[in-house]
């Protein structure tokens, strides 16, 4: 029994003791708080990733609605378009012929203008004023009208100055004085603008 004791006396001395420092405990505490800490992090990424493909999903169908409410938009802006280029075809559809057809007009004018004495001559003019009062009843049915500016202020959207001349004595400046070609307009396009002389 005594030796027992003895020998237990002298593991005791050699064991080392173990000194436990308060720093030590304090990281001790801080490395679990930061394995819950990461644990808790690597939860959330993982919910993260599961809600992923939903979100993913929203956005690519939000991205499909505005692609396809663009191509709406832009379909309605061709189908107005289109109408628009209709209805101007339509309009303006005499135009090529009325401007092939104005210099027979504008000789038939320059012909009544011409001093007529025989009866034949006179007879001649009738029939060119029938001829010419037809155009003109044909242009007005196609929408064409006449510009005649005389008298009026020089206006450069409908006429064309050729020349200028010094106003007379009470005359305004920038007035059309002479029209030696009228024009034409076709509803509110210019086919042909008036060649005139200008007042300064």
Do not use: C, W
Not at 23 to 52: F, I, L, P
Not at 114 to 133: P, Y
Request: no cysteine; net charge negative; hydrophobic share 35%.
């Amino acid at each position: 029994m005594a030796e027992e004791n003895k020998r237990n006396e002298e593991l005791e001395k050699d064991v080392p003791e173990v000194e436990v420092d308060s720093q030590t405990t304090e990281d001790v505490v801080e490395t679990t708080a930061e394995v819950k800490a990461t644990s808790t992090d690597e939860e959330t990424v993982e919910t993260k990733v599961e809600e992923n493909p939903l979100a993913e999903l929203e956005a690519k169908n939000d991205a499909l609605e505005d692609q396809v409410l663009r191509l709406q938009a832009e379909i309605a802006n061709m189908k107005r378009t289109n109408a628009k280029d209709r209805q101007d075809l339509a309009k303006y559809r005499s135009q090529k012929l009325a401007t092939s057809m104005l210099e027979v007009v504008d000789n038939l004018e320059r012909a009544l203008q011409s001093e007529t004495n025989s009866d034949d001559a006179k007879a001649l003019k009738k029939g060119v004023e029938m001829v010419l009062s037809q155009l003109q009843n044909a242009f007005e049915s196609e929408n064409i009208k006449v510009i005649d500016p005389m008298g009026e202020k020089f206006d450069p959207n409908f006429h064309q100055a050729v020349s200028v001349m010094e106003a007379e004595e009470g005359q305004d400046s920038d007035v059309v004085i002479n029209v030696l070609q009228k024009g034409y307009l076709l509803h509110e396009r210019v086919i042909r603008p008036a060649m005139v002389i200008v007042s300064q």
